[in-house]
Nanobody, 115 residues
C-alpha cells in the first residue's frame, strides 16, 4: 500500500513563492490522477490543481497563472509551485493521488501568507 509524504509548507510574505512536494512511498503500482487541495477551518476542501497521467492540468481561476503542478512519475512525486502568493492562499494544503484506483491523501502542510 502507498503512503503520501508532503513537504515544503511554511510562512511566506505576500508576493512570495513556495514549492510543495508530495512523494508516494511503499508498494506503488499505477498512479493515475495527482492533485493538490487546500482547506481552511470550517470550510470545504477545495481543488487547487490537478494533473493527469498524460500531463493535462487543471487550475481554478483563483490560482490560474500563479500555481503550477507537475509530476515526476519515476519518483512517484507531485509538486506544486506557488508564486505571487496572496493572504487568501493561506490554508492547509493536501496532496492527493489515485493509486491503483484507490484514493490516497497526504497528511497536510500549512501554508501561511502574511507580512
Amino acid at each position: 500500500q502507498g503512503q503520501l509524504v508532503e513537504s515544503g509548507g511554511g510562512l511566506v510574505q505576500p508576493g512570495g513563492s513556495l514549492r510543495l512536494s508530495c512523494a508516494a512511498t511503499g508498494t506503488i503500482f499505477s498512479i493515475y490522477t495527482m492533485a493538490w487541495y487546500r482547506q481552511n477551518p470550517g470550510k470545504q476542501r477545495e481543488l487547487v490543481a490537478s494533473i493527469s497521467t498524460g500531463g493535462s492540468t487543471y487550475y481554478p481561476d483563483s490560482v490560474k497563472g500563479r500555481f503550477t503542478i507537475s509530476r515526476d512519475n519515476a519518483k512517484n512525486t507531485v509538486y506544486l509551485q506557488m508564486s505571487s502568493l496572496k493572504p487568501e492562499d493561506t490554508a492547509v494544503y493536501y496532496c492527493y493521488m489515485n493509486i491503483g484506483y484507490t484514493d490516497y491523501w497526504g497528511q497536510g502542510t500549512q501554508v501561511t501568507v502574511s507580512s
